[in-house]
């Protein structure tokens, strides 16, 4: 559980890395790409608010793909 405690002894956190390298073929069929999508947008959101950069790495093509068309078309 995180506290206000907690947050103030991490104001130095400049970036935050999300590795989606284990992410195989199998797991990206049963994903809702449309809810996958809505809830990086809003992770990455809140996360910008607070002054944190995300950084995503590690994505199959064809899910990045999905997604990003999701997002930005």
């Known amino acids: 559980m995180c506290t206000?405690?907690?947050i103030g002894e991490h104001r130095e956190v400049?970036?935050?890395?999300?590795?989606?390298?284990?992410v195989s073929l199998e797991d990206v069929e049963a994903?809702?790409?449309n809810e996958l999508?809505?809830?990086t947008s809003r992770l990455n959101s809140s996360l910008r608010l607070m002054g944190v950069r995300p950084i995503?790495?590690?994505f199959i093509q064809d899910l990045f793909a999905r997604?990003?068309?999701l997002v930005f078309m």
């Open 67 to 69: 997604m990003f068309m």
């Open 37 to 39: 999508a809505i809830s």
């Open 4 to 6: 206000n405690n907690d």
């Open 56 to 58: 995503y790495g590690g």
């Open 14 to 22: 400049e970036k935050a890395v999300f590795d989606f390298s284990a």
């Open 31 to 33: 994903f809702d790409y």
